[in-house]
């Protein structure tokens, strides 16, 4: 357990459709990325948040969006959703900004019909 | 644009073998390369290397860096069914602090 938890664990949703997924960091981390896992592209970094800041931005879809609150929580948000957005979504958290070890959250299954 | 790139795509081996897995990578200005373990779902972390020529070690697992040449290697020693799993080699490079992932190596072993 890497002390990173996501929920929910699964999300079944139709085309068109919007869905947020959530977040939250081990204990005294300030950095969040989101990454995208599918089968065909592996693993995407979608976008790093620092103490509340949009830090990075990697192949996020402007449908897709994000942010990270106060209390450091963090909440990606899917909409007008397309079958090829079906996929792993990590949350992964580190003590700072860069360059050191990120622990990744269980993930969240979106599967979208 | 960052590139990592891992061989074998695939490997299957006997309990009790030696294996080495592989990874290259084109990046700019190259901070530091980490492996991780991916079983059912979350990637799990092994080892961090910044530094060329230092081997990290865990137990059965090992690693190096190789920084003039671009790659690093993860080994494993006398393998059980238990390390059947992708593993991920991923870097840190320029200004960003986003892991760019290769495709992994994804690892059986038998009985």
């Known amino acids: 357990d890497s002390g990173v938890t996501q929920t929910p664990k699964h999300l079944i949703t139709a085309t068109g459709q919007r869905v947020t997924l959530r977040c939250s960091p081990r204990s005294g981390d300030l950095s969040v990325y989101w990454y995208q896992q599918s089968l065909d592209q592996g693993l995407q970094f979608l976008i790093q948040?620092?103490?509340?800041?949009?830090?990075a931005k990697g192949n996020i879809l402007e449908r897709f969006s994000a942010q990270q609150f106060p209390d450091l929580h963090s909440e990606l948000n899917l909409s007008s959703l397309e079958l090829g957005d079906s996929a792993l979504y990590f949350c992964a958290s580190s003590v700072l900004v860069g360059g050191e070890t990120q622990y990744f959250g269980p993930g969240t299954r979106l599967l979208v019909l | 644009e960052d590139k990592v790139v891992q061989s074998p795509l695939s490997l299957v081996v006997h309990e009790g073998d030696t294996v080495t897995l592989n990874c290259s990578y084109e990046?700019?200005?190259?901070?530091?390369l980490l492996w991780y373990k991916q079983e059912k779902k979350a990637p799990t972390f092994l080892f961090m290397l910044?530094?060329?020529?230092i081997e990290k070690k865990s137990g059965r697992l090992s690693s190096i860096l190789d920084k003039k040449e671009l790659f690093s290697i993860l080994n494993i020693t006398a393998t059980q069914t238990g390390d059947s799993a992708v593993y991920l080699c991923?870097?840190?490079?320029?200004?960003?602090?986003?892991?760019?992932f290769g495709t992994g190596t994804r690892l059986q072993v038998t009985l």
């Open positions: 991923a870097v840190v490079a320029g200004t960003a602090s986003k892991l760019t």
């Open positions: 948040y620092y103490n509340g800041e949009e830090r």
């Open positions: 990046v700019t200005n190259f901070r530091s």
């Open positions: 910044t530094s060329s020529g």
